[in-house]
């Protein structure tokens, strides 16, 4: 890859993150409010957000089929929106 094809995928990258924290920290914006869809590509695996004061937990499944119970949802607990992102999730 030449050094300017870099500049330009660092630049599309660090646009999408930005993007997708702004859609992350504001549940108004949710279009399945109160899930926001996540993916994870490389492992092709679901989860969602769910608007809640626990804001940085990935539940792990289906939005389309949320459990019952999300006290007791597999899921993962981050410190930011930018490690749910460094963790490989993205918007869907």
Known sequence: MKPWQKCIAEKLREEKERLSIDLMIDP???????????KR?????????YSSGDTFT???????????????ATKDVYGSFKEILAAGWEVD
């Open 58 to 72: 990935v539940y792990h499944g289906n939005v389309f089929n949320p459990p019952k119970n999300l006290d007791l």
């Open 41 to 49: 590509r490389q492992d092709n695996e679901t989860g969602f957000l």
């Open 28 to 38: 108004d914006k949710w279009p399945m409010w109160p899930f926001l869809p996540l």
